[in-house]
Each structure stands twice: as C-alpha cells, then as structure tokens.
C-alpha cells in the first residue's frame, strides 16, 4: 500500500530541513527523502579540499528559532565544510528532524492526478508515496556534470569531481594532480592543495573574475558581537536585494569618480561578497557601469599577479 502524506519534500539540505520542520508545526503529515546518507544536501556531497562558505556564517543561519541561533557558534567568517556539515547536523539534532527523513532515497518518478489533486512518487527503494504537496528542494548544486571528455574511461589515474568528493580522505601529497577549471570550486581547491601535491597542473578555458578573501577567526568576542545582533539580522535581511546583511547604498550618478574609487576600495578590503551583491546596482543594467568596476577588478587582479604570461592567461578581458 503507498504511503498517504500531506506533503514530501525532495532534499535535506538546508532548504529541505526548514521546510520539514515548518510543515510539521503546521500540523501535516510530512516526510523528507535523500539520496544523501545524511543530512547537509550541497554540504553532504561538496566536500573537497578548501570547500567553504562565501557567505558570513552568521546570516546563512536560520533566523526563525533566537536559541537554535545562538546555540550554535561559528570560528570563522567563513567557516569550512566540515564546520557546516556539523551545523547541519547540530539543526536536525536540536529540531528531531531525522525521524521523518529516509536516507540513501532517490525519486524515480512523480506523476501528478489531476482529478484528485495528488502526487503518486516512486523510490529506488520500491516505495510508493501518495501526498498532495511535492515540494523540491534539490537547489541547483545537485547534478554535477560529469563524462564530459573523451577518454576518461580509459584514464589510468583517479578522477575525483568535486560535487562527489569522496568520503573518505584522498592523499593528495606528492602526486600529479590537474584541475580543470578555475571557477569557485576550481580556485578553492587549488589554493589549498598547491603546496603538498608534488606537481599541479591547472586547465583554464575561460578566465574569472577573482576577489580575495578576508576570513578572520572568530573568539569569544566576535561570537558574542553577532549573536547580540541577531534581533537586527533577523529585520533586516528578509529586506536586503540578496537575502544578506548589507545592501546597496549608493547610486552610481550621485557619486563623483573620486567618491566611486573609495566606495570600492572599502569594498574590496572588505572581502567579502560586497562588490558583487552592495556596490552599485547600477552594474547589472548599465554597461559602462559594468566595464568600470569590471576594470577596477581586473586592475586588482594584474597588481596581485605581476607576471605577464599569468596576466594573459588569467585576467578576463571582456
């Protein structure tokens, strides 16, 4: 006989936890499937050498629960994987969430009735859910791209894609390793490996806009200083443009080019996500706009590189 549900929810990420335990306060009958062990989603299965978060800690947290909020305590601004897996477990913990979860579950299929306004799911495992809500939360990191070049079948090496990392620890010292790829993912694993693999080769098709990274630690202080804030975090974010703490606060006419150059200066030593997402709007709609912070990066870039074979190769000229 199927399994009669209010509602199912595909994932148990972080979108995937917040939407079980909000259904179930709300009285329904829910459950929650994973093809993942374990709960994390993106954090479960991306756990590669450097993987990290590149939004602060502190508002990529729920911010419906002040003491689910504040029992937990973040040692960096932008703390690792293995930080964040142990957040993510901490929520299903503190929350009861794993007695509604199956693990190692995979929906083959979906089928929706219109007549009687219901789903008919289907598992690798056999089962057969009936629920009225279907609600996926797989977010946009779940299908890694893989078997993209000839010949890696026949590869004698090992090859490792990142959003399958193993679970296990891969030695990576003293080997030949090649990287393909220098977005996000790509520049946080080599900027952590390159100093223990004997040899690296790294394969660029298309240059990135690359910031750097202010990621401080975290004390006792620093814990207690955004914790105290969390009643501020708590009204402000829903209203950001992103979702974040900050915004964008300046328009691009109103500033004269002096005025521009230091508001992106204080920004690009902030480290942050701030140029991209509490600059100046005016970026994503105006092209001249675009070019000159567009140069003002790749200004950084050249300054931090020096060399002008890396110069050529790694600087985006568009």
């Known amino acids: 006989m199927p399994e009669t549900l209010d509602a199912l929810i595909i994932g148990a990420g972080v979108a995937g936890l917040y939407q079980l335990h909000q259904l179930r306060a709300e009285g329904l009958k829910v459950r929650a499937v994973d093809t993942a062990a374990n709960v994390g989603g993106t954090w479960f299965w991306n756990r590669y050498p450097g993987a990290k978060f590149d939004s602060e800690a502190y508002i990529y947290q729920y911010l419906f629960s002040e003491d689910l909020y504040k029992g937990w305590s973040w040692s960096e601004r932008f703390p690792g994987q293995p930080e964040i897996e142990r957040w993510m477990n901490y929520i299903a913990d503190m ?62 090496g090992r090859i490792f894609h990142t959003a399958r990392w193993p679970q296990e620890p891969i030695a990576l010292e003293g080997q030949r390793v090649g990287v393909i790829g220098i977005g996000a993912t790509g520049i946080q694993v080599i900027q952590t490996i390159a100093d223990t693999v004997g040899e690296l080769k790294v394969f660029v098709r298309t240059p990135q806009y690359v910031l750097p990274m202010k990621n401080p630690t975290f004390g006792l202080a620093e814990v207690k200083a955004y914790k105290d804030r969390f009643e501020e975090l708590k009204a402000t974010i829903p209203h950001t443009f992103t979702g974040f703490e900050y915004d964008f606060q300046h328009r691009w006419a109103d500033c004269t080019p002096e005025q521009r150059r230091e508001i992106l200066e204080d920004i690009h030593a902030n480290g942050s996500l701030k140029l991209w997402l509490a600059s100046f709007a005016e970026m994503f709609f105006d092209a001249e706009v675009s070019e000159e912070i567009s140069e003002f990066v790749r200004e950084k870039m050249r300054a931090r590189l020096q060399d002008p074979k890396l110069i050529e190769l790694l600087v985006p000229t568009d």
Do not use: H
């Open 95 to 156: 929350l009861d969430l794993r007695k509604d979860i199956s693990f190692e579950t995979t929906v083959e299929s979906a089928v929706y009735n219109e007549e009687t306004g219901r789903w008919t799911v289907r598992t690798d495992r056999g089962q057969v859910i009936d629920t009225q809500f279907l609600i996926t939360c797989c977010g946009m990191l779940s299908a890694p791209m893989a078997d993209l070049f000839p010949g890696q079948a026949s590869f004698r």
